[in-house]
């Protein structure tokens, strides 16, 4: 069992940023695929990012490329979405979520309990 704790939400105005950051519970952290997911208001969860077991690929939907960075620390356990430039499309309930299957997949097999992020003047 892996339990995910994200912190570093809020409320922030447009143009500004914000650093999520994801707190691991497994010994084998190093062994999983990690995800930022966002759910908004009357819209499906999307995927924001990920970031392979080591670091070496990462993804990012094109909603968010190049203002947003997925970031992993495998000693702490940590994993961290940094996102610049925010918009108020950008809010929603953000969640951190593991996977050990495939880098392509849509499965992620632990989820954390989400943070608020709110980009509004």
């Known amino acids: 069992q892996v339990q995910l704790v994200e912190s570093g939400g809020g409320l922030v105005q447009p143009g500004g940023s914000l650093r999520l950051s994801c707190a691991a519970s497994?010994?084998?952290?190093?062994?999983?695929?990690m995800g930022w997911f966002r759910q908004a208001p009357g819209k499906a969860r999307e995927l924001v990012a990920r970031?392979?077991?080591?670091?070496?690929?990462?993804y990012y939907a094109d909603s968010v490329k190049g203002r947003f960075t997925i970031s992993r620390d495998n000693v702490n356990k940590m994993v961290y979405l940094q996102m610049n430039s925010l918009k108020p499309e950008d809010t929603a309930v953000y969640y951190c979520?593991?996977?050990?299957?495939?880098?392509?997949?849509?499965?992620?097999?632990?989820w954390g309990q989400g943070t608020q992020v709110t980009v509004s003047s």
């Open positions: 497994t010994r084998t952290f190093d062994s999983y695929i």
């Open positions: 979520a593991a996977s050990q299957r495939a880098w392509g997949s849509a499965e992620y097999d632990y």
């Open positions: 970031i392979s077991s080591r670091a070496a690929a990462r």
